[in-house]
């Protein structure tokens, strides 16, 4: 391999560019841990194995009534909300307006807070347990994980926020732009989670 | 080690990320299991009469195994920078290039470093360490099988010693190319400074460490009496063990998931100037095949294990049929890991081989682009077969015909890689090394290794062979004697640039030989005793087999005695070997051209590629 030389200087497009990839990259590793969920949750309902997708009434037990989506869609619909706060916070990155930047990041944060607590309160009050068919398995599985999703977004809203407030943005804003990317996956994923539960 | 140079030294006081070190990282992970052992012990619930057996004590023991992967996490210093940018306090120069092990010695193994070629050290080391260990349990085993009634193992601790060898020998051929030449080599030769990612590839190298140790202690819990599949619902109904290979594999998944993206966007983005797609050497194709495989592949087996533990340790039904799970279901997920696995293991020492063949034999690589052709084939393709493991468990008898024929089709882009191996030799003028006779004694194995899986792949030749010894012998073939037979000629091959010596000629000869010559005997024999009905994870065997299996068992102790002797060589070199030269082999890749000891950036200036790797037999070349 003949080879010659330059100087090297990394420019911050280049360094937001190659992170941005690298998330993507990850994304997609949770994107094939989402779908396979989806897979567990349609495989067990399509097989309704001994009729325990859904149990019924016995002796000793009630019979299992699936819980509306209702939830499922109402945490998407935060998510959503919280998407839109921050692609607002993008915006004003991008044209420079520290005041638009902190304010979109800092409703984002708070949103995805409330979503943390009522996807919290939805797994909380569920009237099962975890042992109780198929269909409440398949249940916890997905809104645990949505949860677990939901509280790194708050992790993040957090920082992207904190680092907003200090000014850490000015110069270049491929954080906020990879977050954005963070946010839409959320969505995403809470959709296809609240999808699923609407089949039951 | 020097503080900080941006920090007030008077007080001689060392910030938290120079305290923080392998022993940290130790002494915390086991003080947050111990206590959060003795929590669970006082604070959770008795289980109800109900509940299914281990319950309580799978709760305490899977809770016991998280805090000791957050406190060992914690303890070695991978949360500092995630919460140094929460905080908005990002790491500053200095100590980003103390996080790379500037000026710190020996001591830069041992911490939480940065920068790629301690981390690629770091899993050349773990991963002759994690075979030392899968080979001692599969001396184990072979010495076990010596006699036809058993041995002296208990069939319970046999069991375990199976399934334990298993999984630890599959995630030593998953990292030990991709590992240490991965992380050593693939920078320097795209002509990076380093990782995309510097920070991700330490927490990939230190994830795998935390993981080791819930395996090891499962151990002293029952062990993995599973096999390394870990099949629902008999995993869910085995000891406690298991739940230190659930947390195993969920560490081991993400450690995967991060190295993947770290390697795929390193490839991508850092490729030096001037090197594109046709430039870019045939050993990078291999890495990213094999971690870009494994990015959507390791996810499902994670998800497989969560829902393992849930089953375990909360009581939830998704593999039980009374609770209205399926073990098919486990079977699919675990499968459409395990099929891709298999490529994520060889495609990379296949294509390291690849690497070498034009330098030995001073020929161009033949057919450059169907070598590219051919890994990409067998990556697409190594996703759409993973129910041949299924023929026989009656899952969907409709779509054996289906999958046998996707099998069978990978063979094709198989083939193409032999193809541009002995295109490669054909009329070269060979310069017989060990790394040489390496791509000649894979194209046997591996020969060997791909006709015997056309056969598993035939559902009535599977109805005949599936479960039995065969099926172990076949896949030996393929990944020990064609994807070790590769990550040993790495080895031999990089060991100058790595650690600055020459690895010793005479005694890595005398190593490949004994390897080579025991691992045919070894496995032939396997095949012997297959063909003729013995069934494989047994304890004991019917006296018609015993021939069969002593001439294995003499030939894994060739193997054993073989590798004694590459690890001394490596031991002795690496002490006091030969200086090497910058470039022994005379090769054209980028990794040739630093200096020994490369410097901490690699490059002074970043080098502009004006041609491919592979001009030899040219004009000056």
């Given amino acids: 391999m003949s080879v010659e030389t330059h100087a090297h200087h990394e420019h911050p497009d280049v360094v937001g560019s190659r992170n941005r990839l690298g998330v993507i990259l990850i994304l997609v590793a949770d994107i094939a841990f989402a779908l396979s969920m989806l897979f567990v949750y349609f495989y067990l309902r399509m097989q309704n194995v001994n009729d325990m997708w859904l149990p019924a009434a016995t002796e000793e037990t009630p019979a299992i009534l699936p819980l509306s989506s209702a939830p499922g869609w109402t945490v998407t619909a935060i998510m959503a909300v919280g998407l839109l706060a921050h692609f607002y916070a993008l915006k004003g990155v991008r044209n420079k307006n520290q005041t638009q930047l902190n304010l979109g990041g800092l409703v984002a944060l708070i949103l995805s807070v409330v979503g943390l607590v009522y996807q919290f309160n939805t797994i909380a009050s569920a009237p099962f347990t975890f042992g109780t068919g198929a269909y409440t398995s398949c249940f916890y599985l997905i809104t645990i994980m949505n949860f677990v999703h939901i509280a790194l977004t708050v992790f993040i809203s957090l920082g992207n926020w904190n680092r907003s407030r200090l000014g850490l943005y000015k110069a270049d804003h491929w954080h906020v732009d990879i977050v954005n990317v963070w946010w839409i996956w959320m969505t995403v994923s809470s959709l296809l989670g609240a999808f699923a539960l609407s089949f039951t | ?621």
């Fill in chain 2, 1 to 621: 080690m020097t503080t900080l140079t941006n920090r007030p030294t008077s007080a001689h006081k060392k910030a938290l990320i120079e305290r923080l070190n392998i022993f940290t990282a130790l002494a915390l992970g086991v003080i947050s299991a111990f206590v959060v052992w003795r929590l669970a012990l006082q604070f959770l619930p008795q289980d109800a009469e109900t509940s299914p057996f281990f319950n309580r004590e799978d709760k305490i023991t899977l809770l016991s195994m998280i805090a000791w992967f957050v406190g060992f996490m914690t303890g070695i210093g991978a949360l500092i920078a995630p919460f140094r940018w929460l905080t908005g306090k990002d790491l500053s120069h200095d100590e980003n290039m103390f996080y790379a092990g500037k000026d710190m010695g020996v001591k830069r193994y041992f911490r939480y470093t940065t920068d790629h070629k301690v981390v690629g050290i770091q899993y050349l080391v773990m991963t002759m360490f994690i075979f030392f260990i899968g080979g001692t349990l599969a001396m184990l085993i072979r010495t076990n099988l010596g006699n036809p009634e058993g041995g002296w193992i208990h069939p319970q601790a046999y069991n375990s010693i199976v399934g334990t060898h298993g999984i630890v020998m599959i995630v030593a051929t998953i990292i030990m190319v991709t590992g240490p030449f991965g992380n050593f080599i693939m920078p320097i030769m795209i002509g990076a400074r380093d990782m995309a990612f510097p920070r991700l590839n330490a927490l990939s190298f230190w994830l795998i460490v935390a993981a080791a140790v819930p395996l090891l202690w499962g151990q002293f819990l029952g062990g993995i009496s599973t096999g390394w599949t870990a099949y629902n619902p008999l995993a869910s109904q085995a000891p406690l063990g298991m739940d230190g290979y659930i947390m195993f594999i969920c560490i081991f998944a993400i450690s995967t998931m991060v190295a993947g993206a770290n390697i795929t966007t390193t490839v991508i983005r850092m490729r030096a100037k001037g090197m594109t797609w046709n430039r870019t050497p045939i050993f990078i194709y291999g890495t990213v095949a094999s971690v870009a495989l494994a990015l959507p592949a390791f996810p499902v087996f994670f998800l497989s294990q969560v829902m393992s533990g849930m089953d375990r340790a909360l009581g939830t039904g998704f593999y039980d049929a009374a609770h209205g799970g399926s073990g098919w279901l486990y079977e699919n997920l675990f499968w459409i890991m395990g099929h891709p696995e298999v490529y994520v293991i060889l495609i990379p020492a296949v294509a390291a081989l690849m690497e070498m063949a034009p330098v030995f034999s001073r020929n161009p690589l033949f057919s450059f682009n169907v070598a590219v052709l051919g890994i990409a084939g067998i990556s697409g393709l190594s996703v759409l077969v993973w129910a041949h493991h299924m023929y026989m468990a009656g899952w969907a008898p409709l779509l054996n015909a289906p999958f046998m024929l996707t099998t069978e089709l990978i063979s094709i882009p198989t083939g193409m890689l032999f193809l541009v191996l002995v295109g490669t030799l054909w009329r070269g003028r060979l310069w017989v090394t060990v790394p040489m006779a390496s791509i000649f004694a894979l194209l046997w194995n591996f020969m060997i290794g791909g006709i015997t899986g056309i056969y598993l792949s035939d559902v009535p030749a599977d109805a005949f062979l599936h479960g039995s010894m065969y099926v172990t012998a076949h896949f030996h073939y393929t990944l020990m004697g064609a994807g070790l037979t590769g990550a040993i000629a790495s080895l031999v091959y990089w060991f100058p640039k790595m650690t600055g010596r020459m690895l010793d000629k005479k005694l890595s000869w005398i190593s490949f030989w004994m390897v080579q010559i025991g691992f045919n005997i070894a496995f032939m024999g396997m095949f012997a005793v297959g063909l003729a009905g013995q069934p494989r994870r047994v304890e004991g065997y019917a006296a018609i087999f015993n021939r069969g299996n002593l001439i294995t068992t003499a030939g894994a102790y060739l193997i054993m005695a073989g590798m004694l002797v590459l690890l001394h060589a490596v031991i002795s070199s690496w002490r006091n070997g030969v200086k090497a030269p910058m470039n022994p082999w005379q090769a054209k890749t980028l990794e040739w051209s630093v200096a020994n000891p490369i410097p901490l950036e690699n490059f002074d200036v970043l080098p502009t590629v004006t041609s491919d790797a592979y001009g030899y037999g040219k004009a000056k070349s």
